[in-house]
């Protein structure tokens, strides 16, 4: 069934006013190859990447030309989804990792803050220990002091030399030597701990310090870690959304696609009705031809001059046929197609045109009009004969037509006969041309 392809902007669409707007399967796939070939970073990709998505492009343009084109957007929106799918991924990943990363720095920053909170505890447990130290041993220097200032003053000579005897000399001695000691033991200790207490107090004011540095670190982790973790949860959720758009299409394309099966097999059947119908007059054309040629011959016979020789059919191009469009480009060539949304081969059976709607279409030989109306998945086509030519019957259609110019009677050799459209199974304004030879679809290039 011959539909057109779709077109990019510059060279389709339909015409609206002055202006030009691109069909919807055609921004679809601009927009899926662009997601392919550009990276998330990317706005353009490289020449050669460039010049691969714009060959994949002509080629799946090529490849739904035969498909309507609901069904072109259905497929081309799943392929959209289907391209962003990687790279969604690859962000979830990648957000995952940058959230993972800054939970463990939150974590490590919460556990030396928790060391430094400790050595502070320790510290200051130390210090309350020093700082009753010290009371107690200044407590005891102070008793000592009273003592000696409420005693009546004398030195540890005359305390001996009071002794009444020399065992009570010895004693006295010895009780005067050990409060000696026990003060200087005191006065070392006093100092002792006063040493400790300020060192550890020019601890606690270096920890103090680590610890307000680590609070203010804690907090920038866990501001990290939590909009780490929004920017993974978001992207969790935009890959969520495109994989349900992507069920979504899927089903789409699926509901679609039983009714393209039935509108294929339609058009089938209506490529036999037109098979049919000018199975008549290539017979007709056909005897015509024979009676002439069985004419000429025995008038060749009577004049004593050879029969004339008939030209086989054309293998390669003749140049019989004129171009049908001024301007535009060849969007699909004659030849067997994959379709792949369809999954089966089929015959793309003429060329297609891919130009503006409303583009006027010539006639590419004289001949007379077979038929003029609406062709099914055809749309509006024209069918000319050109009569015997090279011994075959010779027929041109024109296909997705927006309008007429003529309805029947004859032609001439570039006659405008009607204008570029895209009805019927269409997925853009395009003409789609077709040649025949005794009613048998042939590449219409052997004969442009």
Known sequence: MPKGPMMFAKQSGRRRG???????????????ML??????????????????ASAEVESLEAALEDTSAELATAYL?????QAQLPAARARVATADAAALTAERHNQQVGE???????NIAR????AATNASTKERTQRTLDAFAADMFQGDGQSQLSVALGATSADDFATRLVLADTVSAMTNQALDNLAAAKADGAATEAYLDAVRIEVAELKRQAELALAEAQARRAEAQQAQDALDTLVAQQDAHAND???RRAGELAALAAAEAEKEQL???LAEEVRRAKAQEAGRISAAAEAARKAGKPAPVVAPPPQTRTGFLSRPISGGRISSEFGMRL?????????????????GCGTPIHAAADGRVVSAGWGGGYGNRIVLTHGVQRGVVLMTTYNHMSGFAVRGGSVSRGQVIGYVGTTGSSTGCHLHFETLQDGGYVNPRIWL
């Open 18 to 32: 002055s202006g030009w707007t691109a069909s919807a399967p055609a921004v679809l796939l601009a927009a899926a």
């Open 35 to 52: 997601t392919t070939y550009a990276g998330p970073a990317a706005l353009a990709g490289t020449d050669d990447e460039l010049r691969a």
């Open 77 to 81: 929106a799943l392929q959209q989804a």
């Open 112 to 118: 030396q803050l928790a060391v430094a909170e400790a």
């Open 123 to 126: 510290a200051e447990e130390a």
């Open 253 to 255: 394309v699926a509901t």
């Open 275 to 277: 098979r049919q119908a």
């Open 339 to 355: 379709h792949p949304i369809l999954n089966y081969w089929r015959l793309h059976s003429g060329m297609d045109f891919a130009v």
